[in-house]
């Protein structure tokens, strides 16, 4: 237990709230609800920031920049959007702070006329943007996409997986057709799948979110969801086909090749730093953070086993040349011959870090030509020749990788649950994981089995298979299974 | 006169205004004062970003993120930093909104206890946090950079040169000593400077601020003044050696090796989307934006010149080649061969967004092995064989990169002043450039000065020569020149 983590058995929640703050990823700041991204935490999110930039790129995307704030009429605009939003909006009235009689106070004679909401999601903004920029099909499609700072006035927090501010990306694109706009969304929301699974190791469902959980403002929400070690459900990245709705609250309008004016058909995409959650919440064991290797800042650690500097010296020379040829693999390799800490410390560090593999060398291993190399993921540990260490790491690496994601996907598997009475339900429920399940179709009883279990429908799965059924609460009949789970 | 820019001659302000918007990289909001950021201008930020964060992660900086938001009592420990920055904050008050009876309305049972700051910088939430950092001079250094968006509301606001709201980076360093925090600074602003001059093709003047002049907080402030075509200055960026100020305000120490209590000595540094206005005004003409080659997006278009799609058909062939070449050597090109405008109004396009090289092949370069080669600098075109293309454009990009700061560099030796009475100090500033003159050294005449000419003083440069002679203004005693003039 690396610094004394609580471990996920006694209390999962403190064991996620230790390690954040521990493995030096994210702490409380003194802004209620915000945190701190500490750099550790912030190189994490920086690559997963780069991979996805580049998958937008790839399919045609381009990044734009938007205003923080919105006017309030603007946000008023759209009925859904504002209702989803406007219980946890932070508010800007004052524009000016002046010395008062008690120190520095604001100023009531610089109050805003209207006043400006700090952006939850930028929907409206853009598609007021939108409107100057699109006057024909020519003008279409816009693919932008934004890497924004986002506030929702939440009222419990916890770090990454809730918090006041956060960091997104919010992708809003305009299109001619709703085939089009369509195809959109399902293709991004592929992208979020295909990066969960290879970038993140996390195996994810696609599917569909029940009107009770869509976008405020959508007429489809696409989502990924994964499942956390602890059975419960993590919607992990959304994709939104607006619709024309954004389009008739703010006017937008394009004429077609036959010169026909026709609103505009929409779509809305993100993911967060919600994702750092999900990352760490999957894999992570009683010792500390397990990275995948293609997202750990640092993938190998090389620490020596020395007794003073002389020795150090020999140490240095061969480790050297190894930094070197993993440099020029493009693996990322930290040699750590600090002598203020010992051997036994910098291996806990590192498991608690989740540095995917660790090499540790001794004066023997100098004599004989060898080296023990101890993975994160397994915690095995054995002894190979420096002969070829590098490929055997590069190797080892992607070996890693797959082996991440296989036991995330093995543990989903095993938590996936059919249920076909109330009881068992509740028990399925209970027990976490996955539990699929008739439902008659109805807002209703999605929200009394909500109020019953504390269970929500995560998705529909695409590509659902069609059976015969009886809804589990009401017998009512039913066409399909859907996904229940508790929930972050 | 690309979509009939005005010309700079013409109106300077109105040429640059006009081409932000025509080139597509920027535009006003309907938020007041702040921009929308258009792909295409965000592109030439992302690899401004993509260059700087570089440099910084090469001389050892990570990125961190911090609160938008600033708590009204941080904000305020700093005297200095609050009198600076009081005057021009978003405060946020509320945080929710409701269906009111003229529709959605702030909702006043949702008032914060203390209002919060938009960040107009991170001085204060920083040194914050960094007080749970920072026990050891073992914790010492501290090398975080942020990328983020600020707020400062401005009344007179202009596309990129002064937004309410910006984007940036800040770093925020912590030391031991103070000898480490004034080398830290320096280091930034040389960094800084090679930035300008290597990549956007800027010549700038490094120097220290007068006390007028400061950061608010700062016991020093390092800039790069550089010089737009009308004559104007442009601070490009800035580095502040910041002592103990914010260390004693947020009560940050250090234990050094002996035990003994310190606090701590700490510098922060900054460039802004600013530097797109910089950009903007020092290279571009009356037909349109001139684009340094490394921060292009587009570094190369090749137009063809055909009738009717077979013959387009022997194009798309020979052009798919040198795609291929070019993009091997890490060269963007971009090969428009639309059918839906002719070749004259492409060129007018390319020029107006600054794509430094346009290859133009026609039915007779097809024939003849040839095509025409046009730069965006010097507006030269001349024909050469299609054999070794992509090898000369490589090289030709790199003169483009170096005439671009030639030329900058050789108008602002041409706008230096030496004056030495009042009336030529008048008319020099009146001309435009960088005026050096004597200065007695008090804010009182600096003060004076601006009141009487608008100029101001830019920086005192390092390395200065010393030199006796008398103040411009006031005839008192002075050892130095420095540099005045009117500054954006």
Redesign the interface.
């Known amino acids: 237990m690396g610094k004394g983590i609580t471990s996920r058995k006694e209390n999962y929640s403190q064991w996620y709230n230790e390690l954040v703050v521990k493995a030096d990823l994210a ?1 409380n ?3 209620r609800g ?6 550790y935490g ?2 994490i999110w ?1 690559k997963m920031q780069a991979q996805l930039d580049k998958m937008f790129k790839e399919t045609g995307h ?11 009429s ?3 605009k759209e009925a859904n959007h ?1 209702e989803g939003f ?14 008062g009689e008690n ?2 106070e ?1 100023d009531e004679n610089a109050k805003l006329e209207e ?4 952006r939850p999601t930028s929907e409206t ?1 853009i598609w ?2 939108y409107k ?1 920029w699109i006057q024909s099909y ?1 003008d279409l499609p816009i693919l ?1 996409n934004q890497w ?2 986002v ?1 929702r ?1 939440e009222m419990r927090t916890r770090l990454f997986l809730r918090t006041a ?1 956060f ?1 997104w990306q919010e992708g809003h694109t305009a299109h001619a057709t709703r085939e089009e706009a369509v195809e959109e969304a399902i293709k991004m929301i592929n992208i979020y799948a295909e990066f969960a699974q290879n970038w993140l190791g996390l195996p994810v469902v696609i599917g569909t979110k029940t009107e009770n959980e869509r976008f405020a403002g959508a007429l489809e929400t696409y989502t990924i969801e994964a499942l956390m070690q602890d059975g419960k459900a993590l919607q992990s990245g959304t994709s939104h086909f607006l619709g024309q709705n954004f389009a008739k609250a703010f006017d937008v309008k394009f004429a077609d090749k036959n010169g026909q004016l026709e609103y505009v058909w929409a779509t809305s995409w993100g993911v967060s730093t919600r994702l750092m959650g999900a990352l760490i919440m999957a894999h992570s064991d009683d010792n500390g953070l397990v990275l995948p290797p293609k997202l750990a800042p640092i993938q190998v650690v090389i620490v020596p086993i020395y007794k003073g500097d002389a020795q150090l010296k020999d140490f240095d020379e061969k480790v050297d040349a190894w930094l070197a040829q993993f440099k020029a693999k493009g693996i990322s390799v930290k040699y750590d011959n600090r002598d ?1 800490h010992k051997p036994g410390f910098k291996f806990a560090e590192y498991e608690l870090k989740g540095v995917p593999v660790r090499i540790a060398i001794g004066p023997r291993d100098l004599e004989q030509g060898t080296c023990e190399i101890a993975r994160r993921d397994t915690l095995e540990k054995h002894v190979i020749q420096q002969e070829g260490l590098v490929d055997y790491v590069e190797k080892l690496l992607i070996d890693i990788q797959n082996n991440i994601y296989q036991k995330a996907l093995k543990h989903r598997e095993e938590s996936n649950h059919k249920v076909d009475d109330f009881e068992s339900f509740k028990k399925a429920i209970e027990a976490g994981g996955f539990v699929y399940a008739h439902w008659d179709g109805t807002s209703e009883t999605e929200n009394k089995i909500k109020e019953l279990t504390k269970a929500t429908i995560r998705c529909i799965p695409v590509d659902n298979p069609q059976e015969e059924g009886k809804c589990v609460l009401t017998g009512q009949p039913s066409k399909q299974r859907v996904i229940f789970a508790k929930a972050y």
């Not at 915000?34 to 750099?39: D, L, R, Y």
């Not at 381009?62 to 309030?72: G, H, Q, T, V, W």
């Open positions: 702490e700041s003194a802004v915000s945190m701190v991204i500490k750099p912030y190189a920086e381009s990044n734009a920049y938007f205003p923080l704030f919105i006017p309030k603007f946000f008023s504002v406007a219980k946890e909006c932070a508010v800007v009235t004052h524009y000016r702070l002046k010395n120190g520095i604001v006043e400006l909401i700090v903004i007021n943007t100057n020519r932008v924004a700072n506030v006035w501010e960091l203020i």
